[in-house]
């Protein structure tokens, strides 16, 4: 029967057999030292032999018979891998390992390492999948295949969710594109106010995009700051202007609408709800704003979340948040500049989604009965 492979894999075999290799080749090289002097060539024929059954009895536990980590059952997603020149080895192993290509840094070292292949590998960004052999890692890095990267950031997303995707498909560092997005202000309509958790929240656009080149985290958002600047044409700044409303003021309330509404018919009708509130003096009163304090989404604000101290909460605060809470799409910032000609002043999502509209406290209160 084939030996199979603990769950640690490879690595754990190898690892506790010899410790770290450095560790490993330079114990053995002193002990060889010392017994050079006492070895008759018998001897040295028999701890040679031993030694190569051991090596080659751990390389079999580790690698398996085709000399290489038996491959996961399928791709489970495309990720991509920059390499940037002078990058060595271990650090492209850190990297495969980190987005799951392959399950062993030390494996990937042993055969780049017998192979010679330390200065074999070429710059640029490949595609990869989840559960690759070994091997066929290493062919795609030496060949120089490089791909065009292409990602998807949809609406609705906040800076988190966008940094968490980008790290998730290796284009980005999340830590890195977090601590970019809290001052990254590339227009004067981008403002960097104080209580704001991110002044790139609700300006990078949610879009396709494609790369074509190695990129940085601010490469990315130059990205997507363009993409959203192109696509507020002038028609859409002159009619913000004649509404009195300030672009970041229009991106704020869009994203709002951008968060409550699921369908297209909904969003004008929210927005009207929002401009309506604000026009009386009432809080927006947007469980939206609620759900964007808290660490993981819920399915229905509690009584306790409507009172978490924070600007953000337009329970307990007037007007709108300090800034968006997402980025909207074309048609939730298209609600907000041509809302819907009503006077409704409630409203309440059913659990498939649509919303429901009344005009008094009293009449939502039983819309909200009946849907909920």
């Known amino acids: 029967m084939e030996p ?81 020149p002078g990058m060595d080895a271990d650090a492209i192993a850190g990297q495969l390992l980190e987005h799951g290509i392959i399950d062993s840094k030390l494996s990937f070292w042993w055969q780049v390492k017998t192979g010679g292949l330390q200065d074999k590998f070429k710059a640029g960004t490949y595609l990869m999948h989840p559960g690759m052999q070994t091997e066929d890692a290493i062919a795609k890095l030496i060949s120089g295949e490089t791909t065009t990267i292409k990602f998807t950031i949809p609406e609705g997303f906040g800076i988190k969710e966008i940094a968490e995707r980008l790290s998730h498909e290796g284009l980005a560092d999340e830590e890195k594109f977090l601590k970019l997005a809290k001052d990254y202000a590339p227009y004067d309509y981008v403002e960097r106010r104080e209580n704001a958790r991110y002044a790139a929240e609700g300006f990078l656009f949610p879009d396709t995009y494609e790369i074509h080149s190695d990129v940085s985290e601010k490469d990315i958002m130059d990205m997507m700051a363009q993409d959203f600047d192109q696509r507020l044409t002038k028609k859409l700044r002159d009619r913000a202007e004649e509404m009195h409303l300030s672009i970041y003021d229009l991106v704020t309330l869009a994203s709002l609408v951008e968060k409550e509404a699921r369908y297209d018919e909904d969003r004008p009708i929210i927005a009207q709800v929002f401009f309506k509130r604000l026009r009386i003096g009432m809080p927006l009163q947007s469980d939206t704003t609620l759900q964007y304090l808290l660490d993981a989404p819920k399915e229905d604000v509690s009584i306790a979340d409507t009172k978490i101290d924070s600007p953000y909460n337009t329970y307990q605060h007037d007007g709108l948040p300090p800034g968006p809470i997402a980025s909207p799409g074309m048609a939730a910032i298209e609600a907000v500049l041509y809302p819907a000609d009503t006077d409704y002043l409630y409203f309440v999502a059913d659990r498939q989604g649509h919303n429901h509209y009344s005009n008094t406290y009293a009449d939502h209160l039983a819309i909200v009965d009946q849907v909920r």
């Open 4 to 84: 199979k492979l603990p769950k640690d894999g490879m690595e754990g075999i190898f690892g506790r057999f010899m410790g770290y290799k450095e560790t490993f080749c330079s114990w053995l090289k002193e002990r060889l030292e010392e017994l050079s002097d006492q070895l008759t060539w018998k001897r040295w024929a028999a701890l040679a032999v031993a030694l190569l059954v051991i090596t080659m009895g751990t390389m079999y536990l580790a690698f398996g018979t085709d000399g290489g980590r038996q491959a996961a059952a399928g791709p489970q997603g495309d990720v991509y891998i920059t390499v940037k």
